[in-house]
T-cell receptor, first 115, second 109 residues
């Protein structure tokens, strides 16, 4: 079974530029998560999708971050414009809907450096 | 105060030593994950448990629901065990994971 795919793996941009990350979850997983992990901290949930609908985006900085999952499969996370403090690893995870214990499967992450 | 606290934050040991990483939480949970993160960034799930104890190879995870505490043990530690170990809990009634800050483990040969 293929895991969660993410691209790119690394990205270096200058502040005020735009960047987009892509995630393809495990086939059949209805729930998709985007996390931001700043160096030395645990992941922080940015947004959670159930199929193509948003379940929780309470910690997404909506003035600069946006995410979509138009067909309920793969997803894109965008930052526009980027700030220095956006430097982090962006992790995508997916899980099977209705599974009581919500085991999440993580992708390899995208490491973003904003200069 | 974070809902999930791990200790220690950093741990350095010699190859072969017995390792213990602790996780305490302050909320009602339905289950707890132990995750491993290598320098490349990807996260691998080691255990998901809601009671008792689980063992996989040299790794053992225990949880005490009454005390709101879990431990991850590594026996006969090896340099390839060097990674960040993260405790994450599933809040009761929600599908959300809340993460600890991680424990950076370094095993020297």
């Amino acid at each position: 079974e293929a895991g969660v795919a993410q691209s790119p793996r690394y990205k270096i941009i200058e502040k005020r530029q735009s960047v987009a990350f892509w995630c393809n979850p495990i086939s059949g997983h209805a729930t998709l998560y985007w996390y931001q992990q700043i160096l030395g901290q645990g992941p922080k949930l940015l947004i959670q999708f159930q199929n193509n609908g948003v379940v929780d985006d309470s910690q997404l900085p909506k003035d600069r971050f946006s995410a979509e999952r138009l067909k309920g499969v793969d997803s894109t996370l965008k930052i526009q414009p980027a700030k220095l403090e956006d430097s982090a690893v962006y992790l995508c995870a997916s899980s099977v809907r209705d599974k009581r214990y919500n085991e999440q499967f993580f992708g390899p992450g995208t490491r973003l450096t904003v200069l | 105060k974070n809902e999930v606290e791990q200790s220690p934050q950093n741990l350095t040991a010699q190859e072969g030593e017995f390792i213990t990483i602790n996780c305490s939480y302050s909320v009602g949970i339905s289950a707890l994950h132990w995750l491993q993160q290598h320098p490349g960034g990807g996260i691998v799930s080691l255990f998901m448990l809601s009671s008792g104890k689980k063992k996989h190879g040299r790794l053992i995870a225990t949880i005490n629901i009454q005390e709101k505490h879990s431990s991850l043990h590594i026996t006969a530690s090896h340099p390839r065990d060097s990674a960040v170990y993260i405790c994450a809990v599933i809040i009761q009634g929600a599908q959300k994971l809340v993460f600890g800050q991680g424990t950076r483990l370094t095993i020297n040969p």
